[in-house]
């Protein structure tokens, strides 16, 4: 089974710089998710979105960070300008629903963004 | 806002012994608690799952225990092993939203 599939792995830029991380989720999964994971953290919720619409994006900093979702299948998520501050995993999920009851969510390997 | 709080932080166990996680929510509303596993550099890997309604689920070593009234939620692994030493997340959620909010995470080593 094809899991969620992440790009770059890795990534190392200079602070004011622009980035770009791409997420392909599993086949038939609605909801995708970006989370910021800082090292020794837990996942933090960036942008949540079902099919291409926003569901929730309460928590990305807007003045530097954008996220689509065209088609409702692929997404990038960017960062521009960076700030050392946003040294972290990139992690994208994508879940299906359980029926009546939560979501199941699959991880991406993630991108491990380092700002210099 | 929703959150979910995690404890300990750091747990060092004896190969052999059971280790037990605990997480509390504040939204009421949730019902559906995952626990992931991370080893360094990998993945969160979903390592068991339980729905509102039923109170305990249990996978060979590992368990997971509900009490909604009290909102809080464990994972237990019995006979643990080294390869068991990785940091587990809990997870809140619920139906309508699909919203995943994680815990701080908790380091587990077993020490051999």
């Known amino acids: 089974e094809a899991g969620v599939a992440q790009s770059p792995r890795y990534k190392i830029i200079e602070k004011r710089q622009s980035v770009a991380f791409w997420c392909n989720p599993i086949?038939?999964?609605?909801?995708l998710y970006w989370y910021q994971q800082i090292l020794g953290q837990g996942p933090k919720l960036l942008i949540q979105?079902?099919?291409?619409?926003?569901?929730?994006d309460s928590q990305l900093p807007k003045d530097r960070f954008s996220a689509e979702r065209l088609k409702g299948v692929d997404s990038t998520l960017k960062i521009q300008p960076a700030k050392l501050e946003d040294s972290a995993v990139y992690l994208c999920?994508?879940?299906?629903?359980?029926?009546?009851?939560?979501?199941?969510?699959?991880f991406g390997q993630g991108t491990r963004l380092t700002v210099v | 806002g929703e959150n979910v709080e995690q404890h300990p932080s750091t747990l060092s166990v004896q190969e052999g012994d059971s280790a037990v996680i605990k997480c509390t929510y504040s939204d009421s509303a949730s019902n559906y608690f995952p626990w992931y596993k991370q080893e360094l550099g990998k993945r969160p890997q979903l390592i068991i799952d339980?729905?509102?309604?039923?109170g305990e689920k249990k996978d060979q070593r590992i368990a997971v225990t509900l009490n909604k009234t009290a909102k809080h939620f464990s994972l237990h692994i019995t006979e643990t092993q080294p390869e068991d030493s990785a940091v587990y997340f809990c997870a809140a959620s619920k139906a309508g939203t699909y919203k995943y909010i994680f815990g701080t995470g908790t380091r587990l080593k077993v020490l051999a």
């Open positions: 999920a994508s879940s299906f629903p359980l029926g009546p009851g939560g979501v199941r969510a699959f």
């Open positions: 979105f079902q099919n291409n619409g926003v569901v929730d």
């Open positions: 086949s038939g999964h609605a909801t």
């Open positions: 339980i729905r509102s309604n039923v």
